[in-house]
């Protein structure tokens, strides 16, 4: 089957990432859009995730050079898919994989596609539920930290 008959071929493994501390806070962020102006939700750490690299690998990877932490441990939570259609034909298709990460230490410097970032308790997410990303909130409602959050 040639790819243009199979709507998986932009099929790709998104994985968002929440990383806690020590303290049961996570951490999120604000990044900038290709202009250079901040945009207006707060995220978890995302990456797409590179063909034959280990998830476990690109996490820490990934978190070591956007904030200079160390991760000490990682797990799993659900993932969920997005998918993109125009009209009926579809356009991407993204498998969006779910993981905590525990940090040790705290961020020394950011990585040049974020623009601030800071840690946050259960109740602080509460209130800034709503300037949270929609993925975000995602994996905030399926990990364990977050679960019985009255907004949720």
């Keep these: 089957m040639n790819g243009d008959n199979n709507p ?23 990044t900038v859009d290709d202009e250079g102006k901040i945009k207006d939700k707060w995220v978890c750490m995302q990456v797409g995730l590179p063909k034959g690299e280990s998830i476990d690998l690109c ?6 050079t956007s904030t200079q932490m160390d991760v ?25 994989m779910g993981f905590r990460a525990l940090s040790t230490g705290d961020i020394t410097e950011l990585g ?32 364990r930290d977050i679960q019985g959050m009255e907004t949720c």
């Design 112 to 143: 040049p596609h974020l623009k601030t970032a800071g840690w946050f308790t259960k109740q602080e997410i509460e209130w800034y539920w709503e300037k949270i990303d929609e993925d975000t909130r995602k994996i905030l409602m399926a990990s």
């Design 59 to 64: 996490i820490k990877n990934f978190v070591k």
């Design 72 to 96: 000490e441990s990682i797990e799993s939570i659900e993932p969920f898919e997005e998918i993109i259609k125009d009209q009926e034909k579809i356009l991407v298709h993204r498998i969006k």
């Design 8 to 30: 998986l071929t932009d099929q790709e493994v998104q994985l968002l990432i929440l990383v806690t501390n020590s303290f049961n806070e996570v951490l999120l962020m604000r």
